[in-house]
């Protein structure tokens, strides 16, 4: 079945550093693909989306491009702030109504 | 809008009561989610509902749960009676339209059962 995998955390940088978490995915044909983003004591926040192969999502400084050929959509920022400390969800939806989520990265920037 | 709306934030009951947990989707959202998180199992889809119609409910862990959403704009999650490893945190979500624009998730509800 559909499934999402996405890299283990915690993921821990100083600020301004370049981040990346690893997604992979596993389905038929082509799934539209998200981020969610989840703070401390608070419901899951989507981040960005992306619903055809080559599209670029991107929001806040947070880009992930749908890579059909690697069946991946890797999520970057250029420069993480102390204020991105969270926990990011990789997700997949298709064919259904449901979304399938990754297990989630914890990330821990630090000043 | 003020999102999906979710009561009570925190619930703490004993072993063998009734918990009624309630969410309040966004107006216009023809679809409600139940998700269950916890740090063992990560995210789970418990039951959806399409149009106030349950659609899924395989997710649903036993007899014990049951869902309802009597209208648009109202549903429940009852867990009776509830024990310890019912605790976790409880979240709904909605949406509308196509299925690439995502749900909108409320901020949860944190059960605990002792």
């Known amino acids: 079945g559909d499934s999402v995998t996405q890299m283990e955390g915690p993921v821990t940088l100083s600020e301004e550093a370049f981040l990346t978490i690893n997604c992979t995915y596993t389905a038929t044909g082509y799934p539209s693909l998200f981020w969610y983003v989840q703070y401390p004591g608070e419901g899951l926040q989507l981040l960005l989306k992306?619903?055809?192969?080559?599209d670029k999502g991107s929001n806040k400084g947070f880009e992930a491009t749908y890579r059909k050929e690697t069946t991946s959509f890797h999520l970057e920022k250029g420069s993480v702030q102390v204020s991105d400390s969270a926990v990011y969800f990789c997700?997949?939806?298709?064919?259904?109504?449901?979304?399938?989520f990754g297990t989630g990265t914890r990330l821990q920037v630090f000043p | 809008d003020a999102g999906v709306i979710q009561s009570p934030r925190h619930e703490v009951t004993e072993m063998g009561q009734e918990v009624t947990l309630r969410c309040k989707p966004i107006?216009?959202?023809?679809?409600l989610f139940w998700y269950r998180q916890t740090m063992m199992r990560g995210l789970e889809l418990l039951i959806y509902?399409?149009?106030?119609?349950?659609?899924?409910d395989s997710g649903m862990p036993e007899d014990r749960f049951s869902a309802k959403m009597p209208n648009a704009s109202f549903s429940t999650l009852k867990i009776q009676p509830s024990e310890p490893r019912d605790s976790a945190v409880y979240f709904c979500?909605?949406?509308?339209?196509?299925?690439?624009?995502?749900?909108?998730f409320g901020s949860g509800t944190r059960l605990t059962v002792v």
């Open positions: 997700a997949l939806e298709h064919n259904t109504d449901k979304l399938i």
């Open positions: 509902f399409n149009n106030n119609v349950p659609i899924d």
């Open positions: 979500a909605s949406r509308t339209g196509g299925r690439s624009y995502g749900y909108t």
């Open positions: 107006s216009g959202h023809d679809y």
């Open positions: 992306a619903t055809k192969a080559d």
